[in-house]
């Protein structure tokens, strides 16, 4: 944005002026200390006599992505913690979603059940995620998760059969590649974002990662060491018609 000012000669005060803010404003935003809302930077585009359509929209869609103060997000106690917030913003801009897990069934894959209690705010979030994959266009999901997630699933979560998403299950004998230890999520993401950020969640908090090249490579690899989609669907209905307590 600062190339932008400088190729039409224009001071930051007469900026400032123009879409008019404080003139500190535009310095700490040519900085990256501050964003401005989408109308501002429609403003400054104008001022800057910048109309090619493809650019326009992939810098206000930057602007809009930035804008996201952490105040105007209420999930009534659904999120965790306030790090939750860029998965949601992340999940809600990927049109593909790699998950690896190795001991429970991923959030995204939670099967809805008749006893949801649409005013659990928890309940009601997850479905409202779960929901937001099959818009148009629908996300592109595929899941890797250990077979244990199965015969071990976390709270009430039932094992999914979920329609839209490939899961693939890995099973208990086959061989781990290395670093296969940790559950991480890959979101890809369209121009202009970056081309993948991974998320990993931990005991103090949550990573996010740009270089998703070393998850990209041990995702493909889980995922052809797992059993193919119907295998995986064979197993995950017999785990959905056992007792794992019986089981043991």
Known sequence: MRHLRNEQGLTIK????????????????????HPLTRDQMTTLLAVYRLYEPRQREMLLRLAQAVWRPRWEVDFDGAVPDEAFVDVLWLESEADRIRIYSPLTIPDLLGAERSDDDPANPQERLAAERRH???????????????????WHPHGDRRPPLEAGASVRVLPAQAPRPPGATVPFTIYCLPDPYPPAVVHIEHLSGRL???DASPYLTLFEALRRTALDPDQSRQLIATAQNTNPSQER
């Open 14 to 33: 007469y900026v400032a002026s123009a879409v008019e803010v404080d003139f500190s404003l535009i310095a700490r935003f040519e900085r990256g200390e």
């Open 208 to 210: 996010l990662l740009t």
């Open 132 to 150: 937001a994959l099959h818009g148009q266009p629908p996300v592109d999901l595929t899941v890797v998760m250990d077979e244990c997630a199965l």
